[in-house]
Each structure stands twice: as C-alpha cells, then as structure tokens.
C-alpha cells in the first residue's frame, strides 16, 4: 500500500501560483470572445468610431492673456495717430471731360420723356440694376468724407499741369443750364464759350469762390490781368443766347440785352458757374443776385451761372470733382475742350502755368484763322475749276452775273 508523503510548503506555493495564473488565463479568453462579439453590432462601430475622431481631434489650447503694459507719461494719449493713408497731392494725369462735343439741349435737368418711355424705363430690370448701384455707391459714401479731407492741403485734388493738354486727346466741357445775371430762365452755357478762350471757375460756396480767386484775381494772379489787358484788343462776335433765352428788359434801370451787343465781346473771357443744388441755399443765391450785378459790369452778367440741376455724379468725375466744396478752374479752346485745370488754392507754378496756357491758345487761334483765310483765298480762286474744289462765296457769285450780264 501506497503511502501519501505531505507535500513541502515550496511545492504548495508553486501549485497555488499556478491555479491562479489558469484562472486568469480563463478569464481573459472569456472577455475577449464577449468583445469580439459586440463589436460585430452597428453601435458598437459607430461609438468606436467616435472614440478614434475624439482621440484625432487636436487638444484646445489654453488662450494667451495680453500682456499689460504701463503707460508711458511722455506719450500724449490724445494725439492722433499715424495713418497709413497716403494723402500727397499729385499732378493731373489723365484729360478731364466728356468724349462728346456739348449740345445746348441736353444736362437741362428735366424730364423729357413721354409716358410710354417711362412705362418702359420702369419695367426694364438693367435699368433698374443701374439705379440701384447708382443708390448703393451713394449711400456707400460717407456724409462728412468731404469735410474731413479738407485738413490735408485745403482739399486739393490734384495738382495743375505744367502744359497744355494737347487738342487731340482733350475732352469736351459738358453743357450746363444755369440763371445767369441777365436772365430768368436757366440759358446754356455752351453758346457763350464756343468760339472764345475761357477761363472757367466752377464753385459751390463762398469758401470755394475764394479758392478761385488765388488763380484769377488781379492781386494773386496780377501777370494774368496784364496779359488779358493786351488782348482786349482781340474781339469776336457777340454770343447769342438761344431761342429759350428770356433776357430782361431791364435791371436796374438799365436796357441788359442793348449793353451787352454795344460792348465788343473779347476773345479770352472769364465765365464763372456757382453749381448749388439745394433748393435753400439757390434761393439765398438768388436773393443776392442784385448786389452781384451792381459789383459786375453789364458786359459779364451773361457769364456768370447759378446751376441748379442738371450736373450728374458722373459728370463731377469726368470734370476731376472730387470734393464738391472745392473750387475748380478749367482753361477751355473755342472748341469747348478742356486744355488745362487747376482745383484749391493755386500754387505759384500753377498761376505761371494758367498764364502760359493762354497764351498758348491764343497763338493756336491765330493760326487756325490764318489757315481759314488762306483757304478761303485759295478755294475764291479756283471757282469753276473742277470738283473737290470749295464753292464760290455769295459776294463772288454776285460779281460773276454783273460781268455776265455787261457782256451780254
């Protein structure tokens, strides 16, 4: 018979060991077949899914405090600050203007259009889109811009050439209608400066008008007054006002229509256009227009406008408006085409420059007329010579059926 000898208490430590690493083995095998059973279910994947998104997601970062810094008593806290807006005034670069030549009919500032046209101009949609960016720019633009652009330079927009523009790139100055001293009804103003050598200065406000004067009055621009004094000499014809002019029968006492065609209209003349379109400052314009005729002669009240309506944005850009409370002066040819333009307060080169500029159109006038009598001369001679050659004038016609009628 066998006999059971006891086991050694180091043989009961191993046997112990080894029943619980069985037990852990066991338990290990059980809870991954449960996992890999689950994970098998659509929850399962989705909330996996979330598990790795979460883990990929970068961790937030914790926000930087600002540092603080302590004020410096040698730093004014009120003073402005720089800006980085470039604010230099820069020379005139492109040719002010309109591409067409002026007609008196047109900028009257009414409505000529019949119903239908209206019916149609407000069912039409491109229409209706070119209003609203009309609107939109409009509202876009801030109130005081103007007025705050006045503290750099006095609001001066450009600078004025140091030349002439030449005829071949210049544009044309648009027609305007205004009240001028000798009229009720608005007149153009395209009338008065065909034909002639103006100096335009285009204002709105008092503040504006003495901007102009730095260019043409006689105490800051005294060269200008010498040199307009030996050209009196030089006079065309007498502008006609239109078939919708109403001139007055007489202001003052004095027949307006009778002093203007007595005094021979001078060929470089000065045309002043006051553009106000708010109803309240036109009709304080207009209640001081009688102090305005008794400081002008009867010979300049034709030349000087109050414009009203009728001068679109569009307009003030072509012509280099940029800031309505400036001042603005146009140096135009006969042909109604703008040479030269100067905007606030003239510089010293700029009066040279006007002064240069009128002269220059002069010389350019004179040889346009010679050149004109030369042809006339040579188409007089060459009457009944062949085609392309210029028609016989009335005196000449006359002169041929004398003779014709003594040889007979």
């Not at 338990?27 to 883990?55: D, E, G, M, V, Y």
């Not at 230099?88 to 046209?117: C, F, H, K």
């Not at 609203?132 to 503290?151: G, H, I």
Request: hydrophobic fraction near 35%; glycine fraction near 6%; aromatic fraction near 6%.
């Amino acid at each position: 018979m066998l006999q059971v000898q006891p086991l050694s208490p180091h043989s009961r430590v191993l046997l112990l060991k080894l029943s619980l690493q069985c037990q852990f083995a066991r338990q290990q095998l059980l809870t991954f077949r449960h996992a890999s059973t689950s994970n098998s279910s659509p929850t399962a994947k989705s909330s996996r899914r979330s598990q790795l998104q979460k883990l990929a997601a970068p961790t937030p970062q914790k926000p930087t405090l600002p540092q603080v810094v302590e004020p410096n008593p040698l730093i004014n806290p009120f003073a402005k600050k720089p800006s980085n807006n470039d604010h230099t005034v820069r020379p005139l670069s492109r040719p002010l203007g309109l591409p067409t030549p002026p007609i008196p009919a047109e900028n009257t500032g009414i409505d000529t259009r019949t119903w239908r046209q209206r019916r149609d101009d407000f069912v039409n949609y491109d229409k209706h889109l070119e209003k609203r960016k009309a609107l939109t720019k409009q509202v876009a633009t801030p109130y005081f811009r103007e007025w705050t652009s006045l503290q750099y330079a006095k609001g001066k927009t450009f600078l004025a050439p140091s030349s002439l523009l030449r005829a071949q790139k210049a544009l044309y100055f648009p027609n305007l209608h205004g009240q001028t001293l000798s009229s009720r009804s608005p007149v153009p103003t395209t009338p008065l400066l065909h034909g002639h050598i103006s100096i335009i200065a285009l204002f709105s406000g008092t503040w504006a008008e003495r901007q102009t004067a730095t260019f043409l009055s006689e105490n800051q621009n005294p060269e200008l007054h010498t040199l307009l004094a030996e050209l009196n000499t030089i006079t065309v014809s007498a502008p006609s006002g239109g078939e919708d002019t109403a001139p007055l029968a007489s202001v003052d006492g004095k027949d307006v229509e009778a002093a203007a065609k007595a005094i021979p209209t001078p060929l470089v003349q000065r045309a002043d256009i006051n553009i106000e379109p708010n109803p309240l400052k036109s009709f304080l314009v207009r209640l001081f227009m009688p102090r305005l005729r008794k400081l002008k002669p009867p010979s300049e009240w034709n030349k000087w406008f109050l414009v009203t309506r009728g001068i679109t944005a569009q307009m003030q850009e072509a012509l280099g408006v940029g800031n309505s409370k400036v001042g603005y002066v146009y140096l135009v040819d006969s042909k109604c085409r703008v040479r030269w333009a100067g905007s606030g307060r003239a510089e010293e080169e700029e009066r040279r420059s006007l002064v240069r500029g009128v002269g220059k159109l002069v010389e350019e006038w004179r040889g346009e007329r010679e050149r004109e009598k030369m042809g006339d001369s040579k188409g007089g001679k060459a009457v009944g010579r062949g085609p392309g050659i210029k028609e016989p004038r009335e005196g000449d016609v006359d002169g041929m059926e004398r003779r014709a009628t003594a040889v007979a």
